[in-house]
């Protein structure tokens, strides 16, 4: 689990190269049956994961895996740190652990597509340093 998450990490930084002309911001709300997650990320070159949940508390774990909240957290962080973004999770609703979590990846997936893609309009690296 955490390997994959720094392979994976590391494939999407070295495909957004310098980050050049990128979206940078990218958000996805999505639901699967009772759960809704929503992702927020940021291509900054700043490793940080945000996980919420605010349902108070965790949905009911899967008994047919292994597979846990803990491990899709620590999957997250290790992907952030080494993709360099910084993530904001937040599992808004649902009781089925498989939904809530299928809903967290696919929201991910969403997120990094928006961000990611170029714009036309942005040029070098979108970033308001040295320009405030």
């Known amino acids: 689990n955490e390997d994959i998450g720094l392979v994976v990490g590391q494939a999407l930084d070295r495909a957004l190269g310098a980050r050049k002309g990128i979206t940078r911001f990218g958000v996805s709300y ?22 919420r949940d605010a349902r108070g508390k965790r949905a009911r774990e899967a008994t047919s895996t292994s597979y846990s909240w803990g491990d899709a957290e620590h999957f997250l962080e290790s992907l952030a740190r080494m993709a360099k973004v910084t993530i904001h999770v937040d599992v808004l609703a649902g009781s089925d652990f498989h939904h809530a979590c299928e809903a967290v990846f696919k929201a991910l997936g969403r997120a990094f597509e928006q961000a990611s893609r170029l714009n036309p309009r942005v040029k070098g ?4 340093k040295g320009r405030l």
């Open 30 to 51: 999505v639901p699967m049956d009772e759960a809704l997650a929503r992702v927020v990320l940021d291509i900054s070159g700043r490793a940080k994961l945000v996980l």
């Open 125 to 128: 690296v979108p970033s308001s």
